[in-house]
């Protein structure tokens, strides 16, 4: 039998480092569904297009739109962009790319081919209420705000100080939390761990006590 692990949460909650470890020891599947939307993004950006760029531009540069994951790498109309998804160009315009619902559907149909009869987690911020409502296992990681500019910082991808991330993640949570299509939000059924005072082993050791008490019930 194959099961989904959704680990929903907002930026910089430790989401990508936990579900990669998770993947491992439990010998699935990893899905990063942000990479796919930052992907989207890099494309627009590329193009010159923006915010206010007509939407039957936006859509037809979406209908041609190659996205696939080889070897822990996205490739982009088949093309490596998997370095060039993190800078801040891309995170600054990520938001309005992912609030446009004709975005959001192309993206979910695309994971859910993916991760299709196969055991996979995957991490987001719609993953346990819309991509897979029926998972298995639902968890909702978060942390305070400065907690997760300063692992943001760490990450050494960011031009931006530690202050000046932490502003970006609150504009960032205010948008993806109050957009309309599939705002972030606790799925139905998703324990919520709280990871500001928890490590990286910490958390995953949470996360599959929690797997095994599901298992026992
Ligand atoms: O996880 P991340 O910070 O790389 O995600 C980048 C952006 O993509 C984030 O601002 C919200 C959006 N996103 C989304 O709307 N739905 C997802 N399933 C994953 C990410």
Redesign the pocket.
């Known amino acids: 039998m194959t099961y989904i692990i959704a680990i929903d949460g907002p930026?910089g909650s430790g989401?990508s480092t936990v579900s990669k470890i998770l993947a491992d020891k439990l010998n699935i599947e990893y899905l990063n569904?942000?990479?796919m939307?930052?992907a989207v993004t890099k494309l627009f950006l590329d193009m010159g297009l923006d915010e206010g760029t007509d939407e039957a531009i936006l859509k037809d540069l979406l209908n041609k739109i190659t996205i696939e994951f080889r070897e822990n790498k996205l490739f982009l109309n088949g093309i490596d962009v998997t370095k060039d998804l993190r800078n801040d160009e891309v995170t600054a315009n990520?938001?309005w790319v992912?609030a446009r619902d004709y975005v959001r559907a192309k993206m979910v149909d695309l994971q859910r081919k993916i991760a299709e009869n196969t055991s996979f987690i995957l991490d987001?911020?719609?993953?346990g209420s819309v991509v897979f409502p029926n998972a298995k296992y639902k968890f909702y990681l978060t942390a305070s705000a400065l907690t997760r500019a300063k692992r943001r910082y760490d990450q050494g991808e960011s031009e931006l100080s530690i202050e000046e991330i932490e502003k970006a993640i609150i504009k960032?949570d205010d948008y993806?939390s109050n957009r309309k299509v599939s705002p972030l939000k606790v799925a139905k059924g998703a324990i919520v761990i709280d990871s500001s005072n928890l490590n990286i082993d910490q958390t995953v050791s949470k996360i599959l006590s929690y797997m095994e008490k599901k298992d026992v019930l």
């Open positions: 930026s989401k569904t942000g990479l939307y930052r990520v938001s992912s987001g911020r719609d993953i960032r993806d």
